[in-house]
């Protein structure tokens, strides 16, 4: 039964706060939509009803056939550097804004439609978005939330009916997503390019509202905001190194202020360890290569930093400083975010993370895992095993386990002694270290059977890796990396 209330009761903040940088839009009505995978936990936890999502109404409302009483969508205005070369107008291509929903807790997300038509910000494109890429960003923004990173979230997916023109005809779909806000750093560049002072000074002011509410009375609130994007973005970075996350295309524009990820494009996980790691085809220098991520995001954030100046200080040259200062700081942060992760890797308490011999043994980690061609994920699951008793597994990752003999007895000194302590340390390492993680050959293979209709091998894993800390028997296959003779894989932008 349709209960009578309206699906989604939206405000739109943005809209009545920031004219300048949107335009009101419209989606592209689509011939035949189908929903093909509702995200019930997230339905629930933004207080929507699952049946009524996905009623004939509902998936109208979803697709963008329908709009919502109240909303009025738009599509928002960003620029951004793209591979370090800037483009000054961007802006949701194809995507829109339906609105925003304010939960009982208070927190404000946005619902946003991605493949939804062309917008007057889409330049040569479509404005469309075919199944598969629409289920990956699903797939992995969902592992993403499971491992506890910050990042957009997937609502669902509706296929449209209609067959849209990629190197062969493709099937098309909608993804509705769910973020803190889309509020990126190609934001604040487009609003600073307009040279209107007072447009920049709103959109600072809206997504300090939104997003750092307690810096609204501080003495310099600006300086403020950019130092805590750039913490909320070092804590992020910090965690995709630590699960072996490649972003794939890390342009301001889809770096978020919220601190969450956005944009799963090219992005994937690496399998065996090697800073140097690219999948993306697009990427020929390497640019945003594993390796990389936080010196990119370092340089995003100068983008940033120079966006702001002007609300820094009247003073040119003293907002220089004080923002350079701040830049600075990022390094530091993330730096101590990745310690910290590490050692909780490790088994080791927080409090010995700053004793030097402990920091030592976590910042060698990624030289040893890169010389022996170790898999990033299973290294760390498997090492819980030795606390266990059982060195075996771990060992047999390395391509020389004399290298692991060498390393582990400086390790093993800074974990407790006695068994029983041992086994409590192993269980908190598996607490923090996946198992299952969506693995490239797995994701391909997930999709391209929905794309042909069959969405078993989807759910299955979904099923695997949305609780990737709980080893579960039958799930062996989704544990282990590609096939040493696999070709090297390869993700694509133009989605
Ligand atoms: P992305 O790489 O997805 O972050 O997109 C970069 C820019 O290209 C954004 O302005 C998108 O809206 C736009 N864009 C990407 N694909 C399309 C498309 N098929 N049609 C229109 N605009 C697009
Ligand atoms: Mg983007």
Redesign the pocket.
């Known amino acids: 039964m349709r209960s009578a209330a309206p699906l989604f009761r939206f405000d739109d903040r943005y809209a009545r706060e920031l004219h300048g940088l949107y335009e009101p839009w419209r989606a592209a009505p689509v011939p035949a939509p189908a929903l093909l995978i509702l995200n019930a936990p997230l339905a629930k936890e933004l207080g929507l009803f699952c049946e009524a999502l996905a009623s004939p109404d509902g998936v109208a409302l979803l697709v963008g056939n329908r709009i919502a009483e109240g909303s009025s969508p738009i599509a928002m205005a960003y620029a951004?550097h793209?591979f370090g070369s800037y483009s000054p107008r961007?802006?949701?291509?194809?995507?829109l804004l339906l609105g925003e929903l304010v939960g009982g807790d208070g927190r404000r997300r946005d619902v946003h439609l991605k493949g939804s038509g062309?917008t007057p910000?889409?330049?040569g494109?479509?404005?469309?978005?075919a199944i598969g890429p629409m289920l990956r960003e699903y797939v992995i923004s969902e592992a993403m939330h499971a491992l506890g990173i910050p990042t957009t979230r997937a609502l669902a997916v509706v296929a449209t009916g209609e067959q849209i023109a990629r190197e062969t005809p493709l099937p098309g779909a909608v993804l509705v997503r769910v973020a803190a806000s889309h509020l990126r750093v190609g934001s604040f560049e487009y609003a600073a390019a307009t040279g209107d002072l007072d447009l920049l000074r709103r959109l600072a002011d809206h997504a300090i509202a939104r997003h750092y509410p307690e810096l609204a009375t501080a003495e310099r609130p600006y300086l403020d905001f950019f130092r805590e994007v750039a913490s909320a973005q070092a804590v992020l970075v910090a965690q995709w190194m630590h699960v072996g996350f490649i972003h794939g295309?890390m342009?301001t524009?889809?770096t978020t202020i919220s601190g969450e990820t956005i944009?799963y494009?090219p992005c994937a996980f690496m399998d065996r360890h090697d800073p140097a790691t690219v999948f993306s085809s697009i990427d020929q220098r390497g640019r945003y290569a594993y390796g990389n991520q936080p010196r990119i995001l370092q340089w995003n954030l100068a983008r940033l930093a120079e966006a702001l100046l002007p609300l820094i200080d009247e003073d040119e040259e003293r907002a220089v400083a004080v923002a350079s200062e701040a830049l600075q700081g990022f390094e530091e942060r993330y730096l101590s975010a990745w310690r910290l992760f590490m050692s909780a890797k490790l088994g080791l308490a927080s409090d010995i993370v700053d004793r030097v011999d402990a920091a030592a043994i976590g910042a060698g980690v990624p030289a040893l895992l890169e010389q022996q061609q170790v898999d990033h994920t299973l290294f760390f699951r498997r090492l819980s095993d030795t606390l266990r008793g059982d060195t075996g597994p771990v060992r047999s990752l390395f391509a020389d386990p004399s290298a692991f003999d060498a390393w582990a007895p400086a390790w093993h000194k800074l974990v407790p002694a006695t068994a029983n302590e041992r086994r409590a340390v192993a269980d908190a390492m598996d607490r923090v270290n996946p198992i299952y993680i969506p693995r490239n050959h797995l994701v391909e293979n997930a999709l391209s059977a929905a794309t042909g209709g069959d969405l078993a091998p989807l759910h299955e894993l979904l099923e695997a890796i949305t609780r990737p800390y709980e080893e579960r028997a039958g799930l062996e296959a989704y544990a282990k990396p590609a096939p040493a003779n696999a070709a090297p894989y390869r993700t694509f932008?133009g989605?």
């Open positions: 951004g793209q961007l802006g949701d291509g194809r995507a062309r910000f889409a330049r494109g479509d404005g469309k978005a295309v342009n524009d889809n944009d494009g932008c989605t």
